[in-house]
């Protein structure tokens, strides 16, 4: 069995605020008994383009004092973790938007970048091109972020390598008010589980005004479990679970064309992007 706990948090531009918030809900999750916690897009090190401008004048070595920080916590733990941030390609180059998959030894197993990535997205981030794919507990798990979700083609291409629990995390808060995401968000999410039939975690900032609640979908598209916008908070929920709420709608997996372009803008070639379990 896979407990899975998704944390919700008003994530800001303020690294170390958002480091407290993490480490804070880590424990509180540890002493839930969950084995992998799950963070915002952008948890860390707020959002590039949103909370700041650019990451021209960024603190890096304050990002990475903190990276190591819940890598520490995580040891400590014993958990995994699933840490929305930004990963640093060089002078050169922009970052990327990432999740760093942290192990319960506090190393960095593995990175996702966010790879659909939107036009001002692209002004202040390089898109990813990798998928991870990991197995914890006997449940095979892929991960995503925010707007990559928009892209059928995401969801199809971890179906194809076996995924079943999609962790994806988003950032879609911070607005001035209600807005089209907040039917259109959780909508796609019980749309893109029900056409893979696979379970999504979906992970959000609780920042007002937030335009969704962290979930959970079934793979017949009915929410299982949510927590409450604009709160601070944790949702636990354990894998494998067979419980549906009605039944499966896609049996037949959509079948890509080779060399789809699983991805936005021009994604690095630096081995630091390659690689990932590169340190922040």
């Known amino acids: 069995m896979l407990r899975v706990a998704a944390c919700q948090f008003p ?3 303020n690294v170390a605020a958002n480091g407290e918030y ?10 839930r008994g969950a084995h992998l916690v799950q963070f915002p897009e952008a948890a860390l090190s707020g959002y590039g383009g949103f909370h700041f401008p650019s990451f021209a004048r960024y603190d ?4 990475r004092k903190e990276t190591r920080r819940v890598q520490e916590a995580a040891r400590a733990a014993g958990v995994f973790v699933l840490l929305g941030s930004a990963h640093h ?7 990327t938007n990432c999740v760093y998959l942290i192990d319960a030894r506090g190393r960095i197993a593995d990175r996702y970048d966010k790879s659909m990535c939107t036009a001002d997205d692209l002004r202040v981030y390089t898109a990813g091109n990798r998928r991870v794919v990991f197995s914890l507990r006997g449940v095979r798990c892929g991960v995503l972020v925010c707007y990559d979700g928009c892209y ?3 969801y199809a291409a971890y179906r194809a390598l076996g995924v079943e629990l999609m962790l994806h ?3 879609n808060a911070g607005f001035p008010g209600p807005n089209v995401l907040d039917e259109y968000k959780p909508a796609l999410i019980r749309t893109r589980a029900a056409d893979n039939a696979l379970w999504v975690v979906a992970c959000n900032s609780s920042l007002r005004h937030s335009s969704w609640a962290t979930c959970v979908a079934r793979p017949d598209g009915s929410i299982a479990a949510s927590l409450r916008r604009h709160v601070t908070g944790l949702l636990v929920h ?3 679970d067979r419980r549906l709420a009605g039944w499966l709608h896609n ?4 079948q890509l064309r080779p060399r789809t372009p699983l991805h936005n803008g021009r994604p690095s070639r630096s081995p630091r992007a390659r690689n990932g379990r590169s340190d922040p």
């Open 251 to 254: 049996r037949r997996p959509l």
């Open 169 to 171: 995390s988003f950032h």
């Open 152 to 154: 059928p083609e995401q």
């Open 22 to 31: 993490v480490r804070r809900l880590l424990a509180d999750a540890a002493a």
């Open 60 to 63: 890096w070595d304050r990002l």
């Open 11 to 13: 994530v800001t531009a």
């Open 238 to 240: 354990d894998f494998p």
């Open 89 to 95: 390609l060089g002078p050169r180059e922009r970052p």
